[in-house]
């Protein structure tokens, strides 16, 4: 079975400085896929950003970028120019090639401090 | 697209009561989940559909929790009867496949058993 584990409950950040969440997981496929969901107080899951683990370059959207260390199984997920709107909760979730079961990891609280 | 809609938003009721939680998935989306998340453990999937079938209900936690996709665009997670444990936040997600397809969540339903 998978598991995803984020070791940080809880981080903060000032406005516009840059924060990293470290995500790290277990599995024994070769083929699999990692998400960043954002729960933002309204409750809506929405993803963020995502890798595919073939893929040997890091995944970029826009102020959000990962860090994909396969060996290590590593994916951690780094925000730039941190605004407030980014306060949230955010979830590292794996999904195996072909699988429907997406473990989710059990959350970092981030906030953002003017 | 509207996104995935599920209703109620809040439901409280009590012990001992039928609840019924509601999800109109993406349209064009085969694949139907419901999850339920609490604090203590976290994001669970209870249930998946695709093309209406459920497929994978291990995740449902007693016999009291059932699950129903009439059609394509319609689900009911039912709990009869409900329990205070029950209390949490279910969502439904919808997707277009499996593995790196994006699952779409829904804002949500807050059961409150008391």
């Known amino acids: 079975a998978q598991t995803v584990t984020q070791s940080q409950p809880e981080m903060s950040v000032q406005e516009a400085e840059t924060v990293t969440l470290s995500c790290t997981y277990d599995?024994?496929?070769?083929?699999?896929?990692l998400f960043w969901y954002k729960q933002p107080p309204s409750r809506q899951m929405i993803l963020v950003i995502r890798?595919?683990?073939?893929?040997?370059q890091n995944a970029t959207e826009n102020r959000f970028s990962v860090n994909f260390q396969k060996a290590a199984k590593s994916f951690s997920l780094k925000i730039s120019d941190s605004q407030l709107g980014d306060t949230a909760m955010y979830f590292c979730a794996f999904i195996g090639a072909g699988s429907y079961q997406l473990t989710f990891g059990k959350g970092t609280k981030l906030s953002v401090i003017p | 697209d509207a996104g995935v809609i599920q209703s109620p938003r809040h439901e409280v009721t009590e012990m001992g009561q039928e609840v019924t939680l509601r999800c109109k998935p993406i349209s064009g989306h085969d694949y139907l989940f419901w999850y339920r998340q609490t604090m203590m453990r976290g994001l669970e999937l209870l249930i998946y559909f695709n093309n209406n079938v459920p497929i994978d209900d291990s995740g449902m936690p007693e016999d009291r929790f059932s699950a129903k996709m009439p059609n394509a665009s319609f689900s009911t997670l039912k709990i009869q009867p409900s329990e205070p444990r029950d209390s949490a936040v279910y969502f439904c997600a919808s997707s277009l496949a499996f593995g790196f397809n994006e699952q779409f969540f829904g804002p949500g339903t807050r059961l409150t058993v008391l």
């Open positions: 890798q595919e683990a073939y893929k040997q």
């Open positions: 599995t024994s496929e070769n083929n699999y896929y």
